[in-house]
C-alpha cells in the first residue's frame, strides 16, 4: 500500500517569503505524484504533477515541486508568496492504471500568507 | 458552467435517516471517483466507476453505502442508517479518458453531511 505524509499541517509565512510544503510518499512501485491545492470554499484543484521526465515541475503561478526518488519526497515550493496563495495544499500520489488511478492523499498543509 | 457538480451542497440530518447525494461529471468524462473528507484529514477514496460500471470499493464504504451510476452520466451516493460518523465532506471527482490513467482528477466542490 502507498501512502503520503505531509509533515507540516500548517504553515504561516508573510508575503513575498519563499516557502517549502514538504511531502514524503511510500510506495513499492513507481507512482504519478501531485499537487492539489483548496481555496476556501471551492474544490480541489490540480496544482501540478509529476509524470515522468524531467523531476522539476513548474505550475503557471510560480510554484515548482522537484521529485526526488531516493528521498522519496515531492516538495512544493514557492520563492516569493502572495496573499492570495493562502489556502490548502494536498499531496497526492497514483499508481496510475494499476489502481485505477485512484489518489492517495495527504493530510493537506493549510499555507496562511499574511500582509 | 461546465465543473463536476454536486448536490445538495450542505445536508444537515438525523441519525438513522437515509440521504442521497448526487454528482455530474464533465460530459465528456467517463471516470467517476467519489471521495470522503472529514475535518483536518485528507481525502479518502470511497469509490469509482468507468462508465455505468462500478470497479473498484473502499473498506470504508460499509454496507450502509451504495453508490450508482445507471447510464454512465450522473452518480448517486446513498448513505441508509445514517451515524454521526459519517458526518464529512462526500466529494465527487472525474477524469478524461486519456488522462485519467494518471491521476488526474477534476473535483466538484463536495456536498457537507453533518448527522446530529
Redesign the interface.
Known amino acids: 500500500a502507498q501512502s503520503v505524509t505531509q509533515l507540516d499541517s500548517q504553515v504561516p509565512v508573510f508575503e513575498e517569503a519563499p516557502v517549502e510544503l514538504r511531502c514524503n510518499y511510500s510506495s513499492s512501485v513507481s507512482v504519478y505524484l501531485f499537487w492539489y491545492v483548496q481555496y476556501p470554499n471551492q474544490g480541489l484543484q490540480l496544482l501540478l504533477k509529476y509524470l515522468s521526465g524531467s523531476t522539476l515541475v513548474k505550475s503557471i503561478n510560480g510554484f515548482e515541486a522537484e521529485f526526488n526518488k531516493s528521498q522519496t519526497s515531492f516538495h512544493l515550493r514557492k520563492p516569493s508568496v502572495h496573499i492570495s496563495d493562502t489556502a490548502e495544499y494536498f499531496c497526492a500520489v497514483s499508481k496510475g492504471e494499476t489502481s485505477g488511478s485512484r489518489l492517495t492523499f495527504g493530510e493537506g498543509t493549510q499555507l496562511t500568507v499574511n500582509p | 458552467d461546465t465543473?463536476?457538480s454536486q448536490n445538495p451542497r450542505h445536508k444537515i440530518t438525523k441519525r438513522g435517516q437515509n440521504v442521497t447525494f448526487r454528482c455530474d461529471p464533465i460530459s465528456e468524462h467517463n471516470?467517476l471517483?467519489w471521495?470522503r473528507q472529514t475535518l483536518?484529514?485528507?481525502?479518502?477514496?470511497l469509490t469509482?466507476f468507468?462508465n455505468e460500471a462500478q470497479?473498484?470499493k473502499s473498506r470504508l464504504l460499509s454496507d450502509r453505502f451504495s453508490a450508482e451510476r445507471p447510464k454512465g452520466s450522473f452518480s448517486t451516493l446513498e448513505i441508509q442508517r445514517t451515524e454521526q460518523g459519517d458526518s464529512a465532506m462526500y466529494?465527487c471527482?472525474s477524469?478524461f479518458p486519456r488522462t485519467?490513467?494518471?491521476?488526474?482528477?477534476?473535483?466538484?466542490?463536495?456536498s457537507r453531511l453533518t448527522v446530529l
Not at chain 2, 483536518?40 to 477514496?45: A, H, K, M, V
Not at chain 2, 494518471?102 to 466538484?108: D, K, P, S, V
Open positions: 465543473g463536476v471516470r471517483y471521495y483536518g484529514q485528507g481525502p479518502e477514496f469509482y468507468q470497479l473498484e466529494l471527482a477524469s485519467g490513467h494518471t491521476g488526474e482528477l477534476f473535483f466538484g466542490e463536495g
